[in-house]
């Protein structure tokens, strides 16, 4: 890719882009990078787009909107399973602590659905603390799908050029909110945009208020590296989520890692009535 079609990311927001493969028709799988190890670089540029796409950039925004909307509508009628990874590097480069914990839906007698935790490891970890339905809780739930129909007069989408990701060919646009509020945070990054289907097929960026970057105290995980696969052959749901970042100690840093995946994802059963999907105009839990 030439450095007219790589992304511009305001401020010091750093760009990751992992490998993805995508089957040639619209119900093919996106496979998330095998391991939490798969190997990523950091591109920056302010150079403007050189070639313009072969469709106008509203309709392109507007398409793959309506489709964000359909996806964010049907979500909360599937069940999945759900593993969080906290770890913690040493100066080898391997890991030094971790933490998992993998939850499930479930519906209880009377219908209701929730998360229920089905494996839970000891923690290992030396620097990231772990509080009784903190950060890890809201880090979890950030919303998958910011940038719905409703949502897009909050923001500046602007196409900054394309990029072949494995055997995607993607439109690739800018998000910048257009004016920061202090009761919801809304999200500032880069989304990949398949060409032929005009469906978002992964994310980067993080989610901003008027007040800085959002994110629990206890964590530093800011900015999100989000793959989708596809489900029951017209979905397309986060299954792999990742964010790199450091704990500050005095006199050294420590390379910190946040890996969430969704498997097993499934419709809940017909007499099942699903939780309401998800307000993205909401505020991000923090602290």
């Known amino acids: 890719m030439n450095s007219a079609a ?61 489709k964000e909307d359909l996806y964010l509508r049907v979500r909360a009628g599937f069940g999945y399973k759900k593993t969080v990874k906290l770890t913690e590097f040493g100066k080898d480069g391997q890991p030094s602590g971790e933490y998992q914990i993998v939850t499930a839906t479930t519906v209880d007698s009377d219908g209701r659905v929730y998360e229920k935790t089905v494996e839970k490891s000891q923690s290992s970890l030396h620097y990231m603390e772990l509080l009784p339905g903190g950060g890890l809780a809201a880090l979890a739930k950030l919303p998958a799908y910011p940038l719905v129909s409703s949502q897009l007069k909050k923001y500046d989408l602007r196409y900054v050029g394309d990029e072949k990701v494995d055997e ?15 009761a919801n945070a809304l999200f500032q990054g880069v989304v990949w945009v398949d060409k032929q289907y005009l469906e978002v097929v992964k994310t ?62 499934k419709p809940l059963s017909a007499n099942v009535a699903p939780p309401a999907a998800p307000d993205p105009a909401a505020k991000p839990k923090q602290p």
Not at 168 to 182: H, M, Q, T, V
Not at 221 to 244: A, L
């Open 204 to 265: 980067y960026g993080k989610w901003v208020n008027d007040l800085g970057d959002v994110h629990p105290k206890e964590f530093p995980f800011v900015n999100f590296e989000t793959y989708r696969e596809n489900v029951d052959g017209k979905y397309w749901f986060p299954n792999y989520s990742r964010s790199d970042d450091f704990v500050h100690l005095k006199e050294e840093s420590i390379p910190v890692r946040l890996v969430i995946k969704w498997t097993d994802i």
């Open 168 to 182: 995607i060919d993607c439109y690739i646009f800018n998000a910048k909110p257009k004016l920061l509020e202090r």
């Open 6 to 66: 790589k992304v511009l990311l305001a401020g010091s927001l750093a760009l990751f882009c992992g490998a993805m493969v995508r089957a040639q028709d619209s119900n093919g799988p996106l496979t998330p990078p095998p391991t939490e190890d798969h190997n990523v670089h950091r591109v920056t540029t302010t150079d403007p787009a050189a070639v313009p796409p072969a469709l106008p950039p509203a309709e392109i925004v507007k398409a793959f909107a309506e």
